[in-house]
């Protein structure tokens, strides 16, 4: 007694997109009759239809006669009242699934959002599911232009796999294949634990790992599988990525100055002046074009800092794309070799660093800092340039991690398992007995906080920061991230 009803908006035009709502509607009414289905062109559907859907047909020549008219405000209105026919006339439970809806926005219409949420509301019998990649410009519409549907309407934001979830999905998947720990969590970091690159990059190391005389050495094997679904140009992951870049940049202007912002951001310049100077320009020159990427929800900014969101994106970019456009050697075997031998040098530099003392790498990393504002989980704060970095035994009390800039002080206490009240307390009372001018205290937390320790720590005005709010400073400053490293 359910109908659903999927419609993809594409880069189209509006005709086109009428046109695919109307034979979609169709197909799916005669597919639920489990009557065979011979075509998919609109006239052959209308034709099969015809005797049992009159009233939707009827409609639906009122559309095609309002689309010849090139009346389109007209003909999306009767588009949005076609699903209420059909849901009178078979007597079934409809819903309509509108993937990436925020492209409604790039037909010429008039409040498109206000005659759709209009529709919504009296539509009572019609569930609509409305999904989109864009994220940013997504919450966008549902807040300012579908703000009166917000009591109708459940957000749900389908995020990565946190580390956990990466793993158990690794593990399962490559459960048949001798892999340590530190190679998957590699994976993971590369991935950013999105399950589309997950599942891709784990189903071809399977079929690497089963090959005939296949050299199943981790590393080997994961540079052969990157090779040839990211390098190569006819792999899923590259298909995939180019795609990305190429709808991100047809239908803009200054192509060329989002791809070099790109780049830039690829090779590890975060900042607008140093996105601006390598690209040789101004920061007032690109400012318009990254806000354009952080609405696509291509780039996120963090204070003073910008960063691409997909790290997989990242790496293709610096190592895949840029080689592919600027290298003067047409021979593709000495770039492949030279993309694997890139490869390698990475994983290994991420073991290197998983090795490290944890503590040893957040000390690393205050050193780093020079004034810059970062803002973290909607905490923005200036994070100086230390005068003094490391371990200190201040009035009897060992401190792990002391940045001193002049007489201030941050003080940082590592908690590697879940932390509980009384944690937060002896946390507190160190420093106060080190009476020194304490501006920040921070407690990096690598398990589960309890509630009430959480709010004791907000009481106190403990930042706290969690895996990954620590991944976040690692990136930014060039670092690989903290990946299961949990002593």
């Not at 689309?67 to 007597?91: A, C, I, K």
């Not at 389908?158 to 459960?175: A, C, G, T, V, W």
């Amino acid at each position: 007694q359910i109908l659903p009803i999927y419609i993809e908006l594409k880069a189209e035009s509006f005709a086109h997109f009428v046109y695919r709502f109307i034979g979609t509607s169709l197909y799916s009414f005669l597919k639920s009759t489990k009557n065979e289905v011979r075509g998919k062109e609109l006239s052959y559907l209308i034709k099969t239809a015809a005797k049992s859907l009159p009233k939707t047909i009827r409609a639906i020549k009122k559309i095609e006669s309002s689309l010849r008219e090139n009346r389109p405000d007209q003909t999306y209105f009767l588009l949005l009242d076609l699903t209420s026919v059909l849901e009178e006339e078979t007597g079934k439970k409809i819903i309509v699934i509108m993937d990436e809806f925020h492209r409604l926005n790039n037909f010429r219409l008039i409040k498109p959002f206000a005659s759709f949420g209009k529709k919504i509301m009296i539509q009572k019998n019609i569930m609509y599911i409305l999904a989109s990649s864009s994220v940013n410009l997504a919450k966008d519409i549902l807040r300012e232009k579908l703000s009166l549907l917000f009591g109708n309407f459940e957000i749900i934001e389908l995020k990565p796999f946190d580390f956990e979830k990466s793993k158990e999905f690794l593990e399962q998947r490559l459960k048949e294949i001798e892999m340590s720990d530190v190679y998957k969590n590699f994976l993971i970091f590369l991935s950013g634990g999105y399950p589309f690159y997950l599942d891709v990059i784990s189903s071809s190391l399977r079929k690497a790992s089963f090959e005939e005389k296949s050299d199943n050495n981790p590393m080997e094997l994961i540079s052969r599988v990157l090779e040839s679904e990211i390098f190569n140009s006819r792999g899923i992951l590259y298909q995939y990525l180019s795609s990305l870049i190429n709808r991100l940049t047809e239908k803009r202007g200054f192509a060329s100055t989002y791809i070099s912002i790109l780049l830039a951001l690829a090779r590890g310049n975060h900042k607008l002046s140093e996105i601006a100077r390598v690209m040789q320009k101004k920061p007032a020159d690109i400012s318009k074009q990254i806000t354009k990427l952080i609405e696509a929800d291509i780039v996120k900014r963090y204070g003073v800092f910008y960063n691409l969101n997909d790290p997989l994106l990242g790496f293709w970019l610096k190592f895949v794309y840029e080689r592919r456009q600027m290298s003067f050697d047409s021979e593709i075997f000495s770039k492949s070799e030279a993309f694997k031998k890139a490869v390698n040098e990475m994983i290994q530099n991420f073991i290197n660093e998983s090795r490290r003392d944890l503590s040893e790498r957040i000390k690393e990393l205050f050193t780093l800092f020079k004034n810059e504002i970062i803002e973290v989980k909607q905490h923005k704060c200036k994070f100086p340039l230390f005068s003094e970095v490391g371990s200190k035994k201040i009035s009897d009390e060992n401190l792990p991690i002391v940045a001193r800039q002049g007489n201030k002080y941050w003080i940082g206490q590592i908690e590697h398992k879940q932390v509980e009240e009384n944690k937060v307390m002896e946390f507190i009372q160190r420093c106060k007995k080190t009476k020194c001018k304490i501006q920040k205290k921070i407690l990096i937390t690598l398990g589960e906080m309890e509630m009430n320790a959480r709010l004791l720590a907000k009481q106190e005005k403990i930042w706290v920061w969690d895996s990954n709010d620590l991944n976040l400073l690692f990136r930014l400053y060039g670092k690989s991230p903290l990946i299961g490293n949990r002593n």
